[in-house]
């Protein structure tokens, strides 16, 4: 699986920040979890997989599996 790439964060004055992926809007942070998300962000190894993290958009590994539920066949 490769890892994430093409997420940008912009931290404005009034305290949000705007999570995008490929230029599109992935999500808007305000208040405690702006802060928290920028303090983390700031000091992440890989900043991509952390806004990754923050707006879902990541695998967890069990899609695969998933497909072949009975209840997720067509």
Known sequence: MPPPNGFTYE???DGTVHITHHG???TVL???RAARFLGEVTGAADPQL????WTG???RGNERTAR???RNRG
């Open 57 to 59: 958009d990541y695998r």
């Open 11 to 13: 931290a404005h004055t």
């Open 50 to 53: 952390v806004m990754a993290r």
């Open 24 to 26: 599109r809007r992935a």
């Open 30 to 32: 305000r208040g405690d």
């Open 68 to 70: 072949a539920h009975p």
